[in-house]
Nanobody, 124 residues
Framework: QVQLVESGGGSVQAGGSLRLSCAAS????????MAWFRQAPGKEREGVAL???????YYADSVKGRFTISKDNAKNTLYLQMNSLVPEDIAMYYC??????????????????WGQGTQVTVSS
């Protein structure tokens, strides 16, 4: 059974940093596409960053240069380092996994496995 558990969310001031973690279990982690999505109140869930099993990474334009996605296959953990946070980054952040070769542009609905989310709040 696939399980994804996010942690690391919190409240920071604008310009600050947070690192999100997603602990994965129940599947061959190294072979999956992994991604971070976020959903702000009243908005649709959007893709933020994605990493493939070959460690190729992709980012939404809104976070390029500020966020870094990475994975530690030995620890079965996905990370999202978020720097230079702005109020527009306020959202619930979700970890997603899928055994298929997906991209952020496939949209959130196609992803098969999700964590419960972790809240990020940025004060100006």
């Amino acid at each position: 059974q696939v399980q994804l558990v996010e942690s690391g969310g919190g409240s920071v001031q604008a310009g600050g940093s947070l690192r999100l973690s997603c602990a994965a279990s129940g599947f061959t982690y190294s072979r999956y596409s992994m991604a971070w999505f976020r959903q702000a109140p009243g908005k649709e869930r959007e893709g933020v960053a994605l990493i493939h099993n070959d460690k190729t990474t992709y980012y939404a334009d809104s976070v390029k240069g500020r966020f870094t996605i990475s994975k530690d296959n030995a620890k079965n953990t996905l990370y999202l380092q978020m720097n230079s946070l702005v109020p527009e980054d306020i959202a619930m952040y979700y970890c997603a996994a899928d055994s298929r070769w997906l991209t952020l542009w496939h949209g959130y609905a196609i992803w098969r496995h999700w964590g419960q989310g972790t809240q990020v709040t940025v004060s100006s």
